[in-house]
């Protein structure tokens, strides 16, 4: 790979996605590369049957302020849904909303990670086996 980049960020999950995007906000140009057939890391989805079935994370939860402002920007353009606001706890079965909201995708969690990859340079099926500092570089 001897393309000029500023960045090369090894893993295409949700944190080297968030990172590629604020990079080449920012100017940067921003390979990613993963292992993975897809990228989305732990938010992968199988399909079976004509049936989606998510095996990483199944939702996310926003919390930070300004993570709630990234995923208010991906409810535009994304297929998001908000699952459910809390869960109940065995010492309270009946109050479970925290206010803070879970959110899910219809078509499985990957469909958002190969959505929020389509402006990215995404290598998938590379295996990194060495990194090397060259000077000027």
Known sequence: ???PLDVLIIGAGLAGILAAHT???SGKTVRLLDKG???GGRM???SRDGANFDYGAQFFTTRD?????VVE???QNCDLDIWCHGFPT???ATNYEDGHPRYAVFEGMAQLMEELCNLLDV???ARVVRLAHEPNR
């Open 1 to 3: 790979m001897t393309d």
């Open 23 to 25: 990079l080449a906000e």
């Open 37 to 39: 057939r897809h990228p």
């Open 44 to 46: 992968a989805t199988r």
């Open 65 to 69: 302020p300004a993570f709630v402002a």
């Open 73 to 75: 920007n991906w409810e």
């Open 90 to 92: 065995p010492t309270d």
């Open 123 to 125: 290598r998938t099926s």
